[in-house]
């Protein structure tokens, strides 16, 4: 079974800064895509990026263009997520998700392993 891991999530100002690390254990972690989602209280599972499994194809979201970058390396099976310059509404707990296919979905329903989350505050 996958098994997927979040960390490096914490409470830090706005136009901070913080990593968020995934690591996959179980099932073979290439060739399929890996995404991190986010949810805020109240509202839906939202995408943020999602990437390939050979870094080719990387999508991010409009609210996180520029600040965000997300990469991965196959050898440690870990999937990263740099974020800079946040804001207080990218406050909410981030999921670490691994797809069905290769192919970067931008959907919940195109993941089907999906960790605990870990929470990110962004206080004013």
């Known amino acids: 079974q996958v098994q997927l891991v979040e960390s490096g999530g914490g409470l830090v100002q706005a136009g901070g800064s913080l990593r968020l690390s995934c690591a996959h254990s179980?099932?073979?972690?290439?060739?399929?895509?890996m995404g991190w989602f986010r949810q805020a209280p109240g509202k839906e599972r939202e995408f943020v990026t999602g990437i390939s499994w050979n870094n080719g194809t990387k999508k991010y979201a409009d609210s996180v263009k520029g600040r965000f970058t997300i990469s991965r390396d196959n050898a440690k099976n870990t999937v990263y997520l740099q974020m800079k310059s946040l804001k207080p509404e990218d406050t909410a707990v981030y999921h670490c998700a691994k797809g069905s296919t290769t192919r970067v979905g931008v959907s919940v329903n195109e993941y089907v392993y999906w960790g605990q989350g870990t929470q990110v505050t962004v206080s004013t």
């Open positions: 179980g099932r073979t972690f290439s060739p399929y895509a």
